[in-house]
């Protein structure tokens, strides 16, 4: 499954989704957001389970103050509408997973 691109006219449907979410909020002027982008790629591609996205925190500032995000790369893992996990900062693959299955 590839990467969604988030925004303010499809968020609702993707908060919603029956799968566990993962957002990923960056910048492309963000050295640690390339250093997470990969990885977050590799996950979606490899974890069909889950609903992978990307929101771009220059495009959607509405989206980024409703979150809070005040530093990125920051990962978002929602599950049945509700966020379950937030965390900033260059996470490894293990640990990006480990939020999704709510082990972090």
């Not at 609702?12 to 492309?28: E, G, I, N, R, W």
């Not at 103050?65 to 893992?77: G, Y």
Request: net charge negative; aromatic share 6%; with cysteine.
């Amino acid at each position: 499954m590839s990467v969604l691109t988030v925004n303010k006219n499809n968020f609702d449907s993707v908060k919603t989704s029956s799968k566990p979410v993962l957002l990923d909020f960056y910048a492309d002027w963000c050295g640690p957001c390339r250093m997470v982008s990969p990885l977050v790629d590799e996950i979606a591609e490899e974890n069909p389970q889950y609903l992978i996205g990307k929101i771009n925190v220059d495009n959607e500032p509405e989206l980024a103050s409703a979150f809070k995000v005040t530093s990125i790369p920051t990962l978002v893992v929602i599950k049945d509408g509700k966020v379950t996990h937030q965390s900033a900062g260059v996470k490894p693959k293990e640990q990006i997973l480990a939020l999704l299955d709510g082990n972090a």
